[in-house]
């Protein structure tokens, strides 16, 4: 499959775990002020009662980070930088944080990944589903959040980032916010604007001219 099939919009909550959102080891690895990574959870618990009201789908991904899933060079980081693997699966690290599947809401796992395209049947789902527009929410803006949604973009899909759902963890978060309007063309908005919740339509001098064949 090398696009979507469809112009459904689909919510994708990206990495809202223990180890990333809550306790020592996500404070420690966030750094900055603990109000802001909490207002972000916040803004994603939010969202997801928002979208389930809209009837629009709700995704969950989520990572383990256990060593036999990691890659050479991610070992390689990890020994270099003083690393511990995270959200090792079965573990209280893994769980989902304040936010968790309703029945019926698929998970997908990336393993030592951080683009969601990589995790097995991510992609296959949204196009069954006919889904053509990924609105994210979730950790972290500048690693999962931007690695899934550049991939989104490459395929073709509409991106839609909810600034009150997520934040930088190594960059300044405005600016990640430019660089993804810039590069992929995304929509940065609220999960209160009802603009965020469908597809952006084309403007008529935006529709693709298709030449006749002579």
């Known amino acids: 499959m090398t696009g979507p099939t469809g112009e459904r919009t689909a919510l994708v909550v990206v990495d809202v775990q223990n180890d990333f959102c809550t306790g020592p080891t996500a404070l420690a690895r966030f750094g900055g002020d603990p109000t802001v990574l909490d207002a972000a ?37 990890d020994h270099d930088l003083g690393k511990r693997p995270k959200c090792l699966e079965g573990s209280w690290g893994a769980e989902f944080h304040r936010v968790a599947p309703a029945p019926g809401e698929r998970v997908f796992t990336k393993r030592a990944r951080f683009d969601a395209f990589l995790g097995e049947g ?11 527009h990924l609105v994210f929410a979730g950790v972290y803006a500048d690693v999962c959040v931007d690695t899934t949604a550049r991939t989104a973009f490459q395929k073709g899909f509409h991106v839609t980032v909810l600034t009150d759902c997520t934040t930088a963890l190594h960059l300044p978060y405005d600016e990640v916010l430019r660089f993804m309007r810039v590069v992929y063309g995304a929509r940065t908005t609220t999960a209160s604007d009802p603009a965020a919740w469908t597809a952006p339509a084309l403007g008529p001098e935006e529709v693709p001219c298709i030449r006749p064949r002579a």
């Open 41 to 77: 959870v916040t803004g994603t618990v939010r969202a997801v009662v928002a979208a389930r009201a809209r009837d629009v789908e709700v995704v969950f991904v989520r990572f383990t980070g256990d060593p036999e899933h990691q890659g050479a060079a991610w070992r390689s980081r």
């Open 122 to 132: 991510f992609e296959e789902h949204l196009g069954a589903r006919g889904v053509g």
